[in-house]
């Protein structure tokens, strides 16, 4: 598995930093050291999607368990689990409400599959936990087979970072694997006062630049490059309009690093930018709209007091 990510990192790298306009897939942050930063991240009082997320599974779970009707067992299937902190929450109202579910945790790492049950089970003991190591379309194909309903989580707001296309596509595929009825708890941030979204993600304390510089660290290290990193910048940018952040690596001088694994030397212009990731925010209109193109239908919104961030429940 290390060898698979890691070939597609090297080709990946190579067809961004030599496009016209170059970019970088936020998908390659969460190396070791890129998952230690976000956990920093998720801690920043400016970060507020985590505290909103879990302000919502733990207040209003009981509000979500009303909307399941599923009167036999069913699954309960999550992608990208992380630590499942907030899934917990959850978990623990469906439990005490007699549900009789299976958890199932996707993830591409077994370790952190071996830890989220080691923790689970501390946690929930009647948990029936069935963590499944792999990738979330072949789970997802031999699940909706066996014909038990199944909720899929899909939290954290990770959906944000695939432009709309791209978004719809993978919302389209996961539509097609499921069976009428299932459904979909899915998180994603909401627009709300500029301010707040920008501060979230130019944050003062410069750990959101440590995580986009992270990556060129990771070129360094991985693709046995000589990138000057401290010859980078971070810049990020709010576009109320469109609800997009949009965050960059900024190249302070006209320079060049040479990758000996790639066997290319990459060359920048003073000032020129690599775009490392979108992180979109949605309005309700938009939300209802993707759901109405997957194929879904929007059952509820549970959101935070302040309405930041929504968990939004949708039915096949
Ligand atoms: C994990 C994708 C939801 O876009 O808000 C945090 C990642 N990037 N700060 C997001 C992130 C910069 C985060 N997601």
Redesign the pocket.
Known sequence: MKVALYNHFAQDVHEGLTAREKHLS?KY?YDDEGSRI?MQ??QMPE?Y?TACEFEILSQQSQAIFNRIDFIQKFNIVEFGSGDGSKTKQLLKVFLEKGADFTYIPIDISQEANDALKQNMKLALHNLDIQPRTGDYFDVLNELSATGVPNLFLFL???I??YKREAALELLKKFNADMNKGDMLLM?M?LQKNPRTIRT??DDPHGI?KA??MNLLRRINSELDADIQIDQFDFY?DYNPQNGE?N?YLVSLKKQHFHSTVLNTTFYFEKDELIWT???KKYSFTEIEALAKEAGFKVVNNFMDCRHFFTDTLWVK
């Open positions: 936020s942050f976000f991240i998720m970060y999607p954290g707001g990770n944000g970072n998180g941030d979230a993600y959101t995580f986009n990020c952040v965050s990731e979108l992180s």
